[in-house]
């Protein structure tokens, strides 16, 4: 389904890796939980940006999907992060 007017919601959720509850030194027991220092962020992309060939909107955690952190529409601090993240995507609301 092509919609020409609709934008594609892009939330990013950064993450830090944390030690995990039987951490030993070597490293092993890390876990990705989320940054404590930066909340989620939403933005909207174009139609075009976040779909595919078929327009089909890029999946949840998608290697597609997490490409828009550098995207131009996307916070200046989100282009930048150098931590672990995920993306989510969705359809915007049409404000008809």
């Known amino acids: 389904m092509t919609n020409g007017k609709s934008n594609i919601v892009v ?3 950064p993450q ?7 951490h030993l030194d ?3 027991d890390k876990q990705l939980n989320p940054a404590e220092n930066r909340d989620s962020v939403t933005f909207e992309v174009p139609w075009e940006d976040g779909t595919d ?15 828009l952190q550098s995207h131009p529409a996307a916070p200046e601090w989100v282009q930048n992060w150098e931590g672990p993240y995920y993306v989510r995507t969705e359809l915007a609301e049409d404000e008809w």
């Open 16 to 22: 830090e890796w944390v030690d995990g509850p039987y």
């Open 53 to 67: 060939e078929e327009g089909t909107i890029f999946p949840d955690e998608s290697y597609e999907a997490n490409q």
């Open 11 to 13: 939330t990013f959720n």
């Open 26 to 28: 070597d490293g092993a």
